[in-house]
């Protein structure tokens, strides 16, 4: 890793209009450091004690659909951006440990994540926040999003 | 703040070998965002289960002779990187609210604390760091540091 700027920034994106402070963060920080900005969305498994007691449609794949809707937004928000589409990643997993993962993987040397100010990171973001943090081997930004 | 790039950073220094990695982090986005960086040194308070039975020489200020060797140390950091001896904060207190206290005073954008690679941040700044980041009502840049 060069010290003296970033080469690939991974930002992890939920498509929320309080995530336009992150957004506007990677873009500059692509361009200062002239770098790959890649971007992840992640869908959250759907916890296994909804699942049981959801009854859906025949033929219906709720992940499908999900992942559908995701890829969408997130061809919307990279043609928004001038992110490549192969540097618009959807991901279904756990979000913490799919951002680690992705971040080794594209061998990343910063992570952008949202935290709220108020809270703070580790409350709103909770477990995930936490866990790109205690887990990532490379450098992580926090930044402050508004509230809702 | 300005989404473009950060105006006021402070970097949490502590002296160490490792810590290195962190200063060049810090002066390298001074100098991509025009910024003024501002050092902190915290000297932790010693737990009181110790100092109660530390043996002292009469007239000895431990607390004092710490917060000078400190300043000193500071002062030779300070100049080593440009930055105006205004600039250069040691303080004693808890090390994640002083550093909290510190950048609201300054007016702070952006925190940068080292983290470290292997175990992650939390695990090894431990209370330190995630006080910062629960905390902090601006940007925060965990940056990875090497094993000793």
Do not use: K, W
Not at 50 to 64: A, K, T
Not at 80 to 107: F, K, M, Q, S
Request: proline share 3%; aromatic share 4%; glycine share 10%.
């Amino acid at each position: 890793m060069s010290v003296s700027q970033y080469s690939l920034i991974l930002t992890a994106v939920d498509f929320s209009a309080q995530s336009e402070n992150l957004i506007a963060r990677a873009l500059a920080m692509r361009d200062l450091c002239g770098a790959r900005l890649c971007l992840l969305h992640v869908v959250e498994y759907l916890p296994m004690a909804y699942s049981g007691d959801l009854v859906l449609p025949e033929g219906f794949d709720l992940e499908q659909e999900l992942l559908d809707v995701a890829s969408r937004q997130m061809a919307t928000l990279g043609e928004r951006l001038g992110v490549p589409a192969g540097d618009c990643h959807v991901e279904i997993g756990n979000t913490g440990h799919t951002i680690l993962r992705v971040a080794e993987e594209l061998g990343a040397d910063l992570i952008l994540v949202g935290s709220h100010g108020r809270h703070g990171l580790a409350v709103l973001l909770g477990s995930t926040a936490r866990s790109v943090l205690n887990g990532a081997h490379c450098d992580v930004l926090a930044v402050r999003v508004p509230e809702d």
